[in-house]
């Protein structure tokens, strides 16, 4: 199973988005907020 890592670039797209608390090459840490949007849209 290969593993897929976010370049610079990514994590600079990403680390602008409003529901992202913290990222790296390796993973993304979400917001609570985001689970409060999701919840609602279900």
Same mark, same amino acid.
């Given at each position: 199973?290969?593993?897929?890592?976010?370049?610079? =670039? *990514? @994590? *600079?797209?990403?680390?602008?988005?409003?529901?992202? =608390?913290? @990222?790296?090459?390796?993973?993304?840490?979400?917001?609570?907020?985001?689970? @409060?949007?999701?919840?609602?849209?279900?």
């Amino acid at each position: 199973m290969s593993k897929k890592f976010f370049t610079e =670039k *990514d @994590v *600079d797209i990403l680390s602008n988005n409003k529901y992202t =608390k913290k @990222v790296t090459s390796k993973a993304i840490t979400y917001t609570s907020e985001l689970n @409060v949007f999701l919840s609602l849209k279900a």
